[in-house]
Every structure is written in structure tokens, then in C-alpha cells.
């Protein structure tokens, strides 16, 4: 490389890196913590509960939110890589992450605001609906177990493809009769198809599935599960996350890596405030913090004018 590519080629560089910087800087002037536009990155495995709390944050302020539903290792990865600056996850950051981020002047603000869990699914045609969870184990190291065909995973990449293999206490990879799809949906339409197979999914995905699905979510059954220390059969529901009951809840976490004062600021700020909690208590998860309630007293008592 000559002297003059060389010195083109470093304007050229300088001259993209100007722009980006100019850009960068216009995007915060425009966007505050209400109004303007942003694009968060979702995990799939919790999408209908983030896009209820857009709908009503859009209607609420001036702002514009672009929601990509990806795998959590999807989602990390951009993370990491500065494509992108707000995310919805099942899990806060790991040291080694956030020293990334800090190595590249970022700050994330990590924000908890609910209790999702994973749930276990299972055609309607099937007789049973509880299940120990030491058997999925088992069948996952490759024991066969009785009345489990096979498990199906929404992604390989997934959330509950990570959760599931921290609980197993080992990798998740090409197992038999270990099945992945794509998304949340797509396992539940199979596993109401197929009797036999046990589908794992967010629960988000049961208590609050988009018009389209409910006929299949109608198809299916969620199981109760026994945990490794328990003798009872517990189901996700709402009493038992908020009672540390179901063995396999997890909390859900706004990250924020803007650096300003915008839409993942304001879009965090409503997840953990009253608006947003509510939304997360109608919804069937579990708000980070119980959402006051206001009472009225009124006096109907009429003065006897006898």
C-alpha cells in the first residue's frame, strides 16, 4: 500500500467516524427519556408482556419503540458489540460482560422489574399433567423416561436452552430426542400437535398470547413440577412466583447502555414504576414491587330531614 492509499484510506476512516459521531450525538438531542425513537432488543421468550408495555408507553408519551425479538445470545452479542443500547433479558450481566462494556466507557444501568418463569407444556391429549423435574433431567443426560417422548426448545440459542442447562448441570447440545425451533410459538403449535413431546417455553407466553394463538394455547396443558428438594407438584402461577414456590422462576431485566438521558431511561423508568408494574400484575407474572392501591371512602349517609 502506497503513500496516497494509505492517506485516502485513513480520511475515508476519520471522515465515517466523524459521521457516526455526529449522528450519535443528533440522536440524543432528538430522543429524551419521553419522546423521539429507539429500538429495543427483546427476548423472545418474554415478548408479549414487553410489546403490552410499549403499547401503553407509546399511548402514554411522544415516543416511537422498535422491538426486535431475538435470542438471548443474540441479544448479548449486539450488546457487546455496541449494535445495540437497550435490552430486555431473563438475566442480569455477568462481571466478565460488564467489564467489556466498561473497557469501551460503557455503564450499563441494569434494571430488575419482574418474576417470569419457564414453564413445561404438554398436548391436551396427553393424560397427565404434572411432571418431576429430576426426570427432565434424566432425559436430558439421555435416560430414557417413561411418557416423555421428547423436549422441544424454542432456540438453541435461547434463554430457557441456558436456564434449563444450569439446572441440569450440563450442556444443552444435539442431545437425542432434544428438539429446537425458533420461537416461543412455533414449539407451542407443535407440542399441541404432538402428544407426548414436552415443550419449554416462557410462561409469558401461556397467561398472555397474542389473538392468533390462543386456540392453540387452548391446546395444550401446563404442568406442575416437582423440584429436586420438594414432594409437592407446584404450577407457575402467579401466587406460587410471588411465593418463591415454582422452582424455576427467573427475573426479567431492562438493560441500558444509551450513556444519555433517553428512551431507555424513560422506557426502564416506566417498567419499575406504577403504570408499568400494574401492567406486569394484570398480565399473570409478578411485578418487582407490589403496585399501590387506593381506597375511597364514601359517605352515602343522608340527612334525615324529618
Not at 9 to 18: C, I, K, M, S, Y
Not at 122 to 140: G, H, P
Not at 269 to 276: A, K, Q, T, V, Y
Amino acid at each position: 500500500m502506497n503513500k496516497i492509499t494509505k492517506t485516502i484510506t485513513g480520511f475515508l476512516l476519520l471522515t465515517l467516524l466523524f459521521v457516526f459521531s455526529c449522528q450519535e450525538k443528533a440522536d440524543s438531542k432528538t430522543e429524551t427519556i419521553l419522546e423521539g425513537k429507539a429500538t429495543i432488543y427483546v427476548d423472545e421468550s418474554v415478548l408479549p408482556i414487553i410489546e403490552d408495555q410499549e403499547a401503553v408507553f407509546e399511548t402514554q408519551y411522544n415516543a416511537k419503540l422498535h422491538l426486535v425479538a431475538q435470542s438471548e445470545n443474540e441479544i448479548l452479542n449486539s450488546l457487546l458489540n455496541d449494535s445495540a443500547k437497550i435490552a430486555v433479558l431473563t438475566r442480569t450481566l455477568s462481571t466478565k460482560e460488564i467489564k467489556v462494556l466498561e473497557s469501551k466507557k460503557i455503564t450499563p444501568r441494569i434494571t430488575p422489574f419482574a418474576t417470569d418463569a419457564v414453564a413445561f407444556i404438554k398436548s391436551k391429549t396427553a393424560n397427565d399433567t404434572i411432571v418431576v423435574l429430576q426426570d427432565i433431567i434424566d432425559f436430558i443426560s439421555g435416560k430414557p423416561v417413561p411418557n416423555i417422548k421428547g423436549l422441544v426448545f424454542d432456540n438453541p440459542n435461547s434463554s430457557t436452552v441456558r436456564f434449563m442447562s444450569e439446572i441440569a448441570g450440563m450442556k444443552i447440545d444435539k442431545q437425542k430426542n432434544v428438539f429446537s425451533f425458533k420461537t416461543n410459538e412455533e414449539v407451542i403449535k407443535y407440542v399441541a400437535e404432538n402428544n407426548g413431546m414436552i415443550g419449554v417455553i416462557g410462561m409469558n407466553w401461556i397467561f398472555q398470547p397474542p389473538l392468533d394463538l390462543q386456540k392453540v394455547v387452548d391446546q395444550v396443558n401446563v404442568l406442575g413440577v416437582k423440584g429436586k428438594d420438594s414432594n409437592e407438584y407446584v404450577f407457575p402461577t402467579q401466587d406460587n412466583l410471588a411465593q418463591g414456590k415454582y422452582p424455576l422462576a427467573r427475573h426479567l431485566y431492562i438493560v441500558n447502555c444509551q450513556g444519555y438521558s433517553g428512551l431507555g431511561m424513560g422506557f426502564g423508568s416506566f417498567l419499575g414504576g406504577e403504570r408499568g408494574q400494574r401492567i406486569i400484575l394484570k398480565s399473570g407474572l409478578v411485578p418487582e414491587r407490589v403496585p399501590t392501591r387506593k381506597i375511597v371512602i364514601k359517605n352515602n349517609n343522608t340527612k334525615d330531614n324529618n
